[in-house]
């Protein structure tokens, strides 16, 4: 991760922590500001996004008031952690199921925010939409996933729109699809991967 200077400052008391983590481009401008709150619960740690603490790629990103994400105690739960910029936005939300199932999605995210993080060029762009849902059992984790790109660029070439499912319902196994198609690309494949000792792979 490229990171021309980065600040970080915070304020304790009462059993939390005010604080924010600032990266800074190469002229010292605040790129990105990540501002939030630590409260030491019972049997628990909770960390909640400030409203208007929340800068990605230089632009303002809007959070709900009573967010949070709750760590440290049997389960991973998070509530309305939607963090949204026009249509774009990133959510990290818990499922009312008895897995407390954890969802991660995104709709209409701009690629140049990921990539700008590593570097000052953007060779790829495009538009990342879908879920990623992780029932958060530390013995073994499962996930499934079924995002996409649309339009899909790479150095300014078209490749169309990219799909990807992933889903791992056994300690050693991933089930996988993929696709890339346009009005030039028909590419699709399907198959299995599975770790272990002998790790084996077959589309």
């Given at each position: 991760m490229k990171i021309d200077g980065f600040e970080f400052n915070g304020t304790v008391a009462?059993?939390?922590?005010?604080?924010?983590?600032?990266?800074?481009?190469?002229?010292?401008?605040?790129?990105?500001?990540?501002?939030?709150?630590?409260?030491?619960?019972?049997d628990e740690y909770q960390?909640?996004?400030?409203?208007?603490?929340?800068?990605?790629n230089y632009n303002p990103w809007t959070v709900?008031?009573?967010?949070?994400?709750?760590?440290?105690?049997?389960?991973?739960?998070?509530?309305?952690?939607?963090?949204?910029n026009g249509r774009e936005k990133i959510i990290i939300d818990s499922r009312e199921d008895a897995a407390s199932t954890l969802l991660i999605g995104f709709r209409e995210l701009n690629?140049?925010?990921?990539?700008?993080?590593?570097t000052a060029e953007k060779p790829v762009s495009g538009l990342?939409?879908?879920?990623?849902?992780?029932?958060?059992?530390?013995?073994?984790?499962?996930?499934t996933a079924d995002i996409g790109i649309r339009d899909f660029n790479i150095s300014n070439i078209p490749w169309g729109d990219v799909t990807l499912g992933v889903s791992r319902k056994t300690a050693d196994g991933f089930d996988v699809k993929f696709a890339v198609q346009s009005d030039k690309n028909d590419l699709r494949a399907g198959g299995y991967y599975i770790t272990g000792d002998g790790p084996q792979v077959n589309v």
């Amino acid at each position: 991760m490229k990171i021309d200077g980065f600040e970080f400052n915070g304020t304790v008391a009462n059993d939390s922590i005010v604080t924010n983590l600032i990266f800074l481009d190469s002229t010292d401008r605040q790129k990105y500001i990540l501002g939030g709150v630590f409260n030491s619960l019972k049997d628990e740690y909770q960390f909640s996004f400030l409203p208007g603490q929340v800068v990605l790629n230089y632009n303002p990103w809007t959070v709900p008031a009573d967010n949070y994400v709750r760590f440290g105690g049997s389960k991973i739960v998070a509530k309305d952690i939607i963090l949204t910029n026009g249509r774009e936005k990133i959510i990290i939300d818990s499922r009312e199921d008895a897995a407390s199932t954890l969802l991660i999605g995104f709709r209409e995210l701009n690629l140049e925010y990921l990539v700008s993080m590593v570097t000052a060029e953007k060779p790829v762009s495009g538009l990342l939409h879908g879920d990623i849902y992780v029932v958060p059992d530390t013995s073994n984790m499962t996930f499934t996933a079924d995002i996409g790109i649309r339009d899909f660029n790479i150095s300014n070439i078209p490749w169309g729109d990219v799909t990807l499912g992933v889903s791992r319902k056994t300690a050693d196994g991933f089930d996988v699809k993929f696709a890339v198609q346009s009005d030039k690309n028909d590419l699709r494949a399907g198959g299995y991967y599975i770790t272990g000792d002998g790790p084996q792979v077959n589309v």
